[in-house]
Nanobody, 126 residues
Framework: QVQLQESGPGLMKPSQTLFLTCTVSSGSITNSDYSWNWIRQSPEKGLEWIGVLSAAGNTFYKPSLKSRASISRDTAKNQFSLQLNSVTPEDTAVYYC??????????????????WGQGTQVTVSS
């Protein structure tokens, strides 16, 4: 069973850059059986998909976040990361990493996320 664990800062100030890392266990991020997602959830917006990294290294993003979000990977560490620039209080949410099995919808829907990390709270406040 694939296991995922997020790590990153808990509290940030507006205009800073958010870096989150997801460490994957019991499964390789280059295995074509899976793609790797970042998702967030807040009371105001509900569950929001941010973007996906394919096993081949291709990335796709929610259009409204594409200008600020970037997903990358470190295959040696079996990790993938999210960078979100110029954060605002509206970016306050619990951030999750999750896997999906291709093919999946564009964008992926909640039922398509099969393995999840436990989530990490990110709060943006001055």
């Amino acid at each position: 069973q694939v296991q995922l664990q997020e790590s990153g800062p808990g509290l940030m100030k507006p205009s800073q850059t958010l870096f989150l890392t997801c460490t994957v266990s019991s499964g390789s991020i280059t295995n074509s059986d899976y793609s790797w997602n970042w998702i967030r959830q807040s009371p105001e917006k509900g569950l929001e998909w941010i973007g996906v990294l394919s096993a081949a290294g291709n990335t796709f993003y929610k259009p409204s976040l594409k200008s600020r979000a970037s997903i990358s990977r470190d295959t040696a560490k079996n990790q993938f990361s999210l960078q979100l620039n110029s954060v605002t209080p509206e970016d306050t949410a619990v951030y999750y990493c999750a896997s999906t099995e291709p093919p999946y919808s564009d964008p992926p829907v909640p039922k398509e996320f099969d393995y999840w990390g436990q989530g990490t709270q990110v709060t943006v406040s001055s």
